[in-house]
């Protein structure tokens, strides 16, 4: 399959696997399990979506490998690897709060941010029924339309994203980082999907988004989405973009942000 056949697989698959968990909201949502701590929930309907993620992706595709955020890692023989979040920003799901989406992207190599190449990917937001979707190399897109990041940006008119962990100790030491750069810039949100405040950086409702403790499904098609659409993506220090820090925007911005946040430590919090 050529890239752009990629996304459209990834687009697909979403869009049934967002149709899924949209209709199993309505009937009501029961956590299922937690994870890291009491607030890190898993529902039933995290488990059925990557259920049926799964089944959609090995049938067109056989021989590649899959990671999914709640089942774990099916090896192939391809060389490709299809990293998934069946919905990304579960508190709000259940909370019934509209920033949550179904995240599917798909690298060449291992699931690791150091080492993937991304090809593909597809963010589907069911309640704002807004698909974004990449494909390497091609520019990405909200619906069918192109998108492109806010540029230029003056950093002390920027809006920028962020997320908070679970862990109590974690999260205070994020808002510290918070309180030190709020000052600097417009201001600063924390919506609650990570793979959607990505997107949001590609279509210019955000103007640059960090984050400490990504994991790889968190960040596979987002960034990719982002990239595609003029953002620079890594971490600090000259990283590639890992759990110790994801940063994008646009390059500019990225450079102010890079510096404040190096002055902050913010990739050491993870120590």
Known sequence: MSTRELQDLARDVAAKAGELVRSRRREGVSVAATKSSPEDIVTAADRESERLIRGLLLDARPHDSILGEEGG???????VTWVVDPIDGTVNYLYGL???????????????????????GAVYAPELDVMYSAARGEGALKGTASIRVNSPVDPGLALVGTGFGYDPERRTRQANVVMGLIAEVRDIRRMGSAAVDLCRVADGQLDGFFEVGLN?????????????????????????????MTLLAEPGLFAFLEARLEGLNADRILR
């Open 73 to 79: 890692s099916t090896s192939g023989t391809s060389g």
């Open 98 to 120: 509209a920033d949550y989406a179904v995240s599917i992207g798909v690298v060449e190599g291992e699931a690791d941010p150091v080492s993937w190449e991304p090809l593909a």
């Open 216 to 244: 790889p499904w968190d960040m596979a098609a987002g960034a990719l989405i982002a990239r595609e659409a003029g953002a620079r993506v890594g971490g600090l220090r000259g990283a590639p973009a890992t759990a110790s």
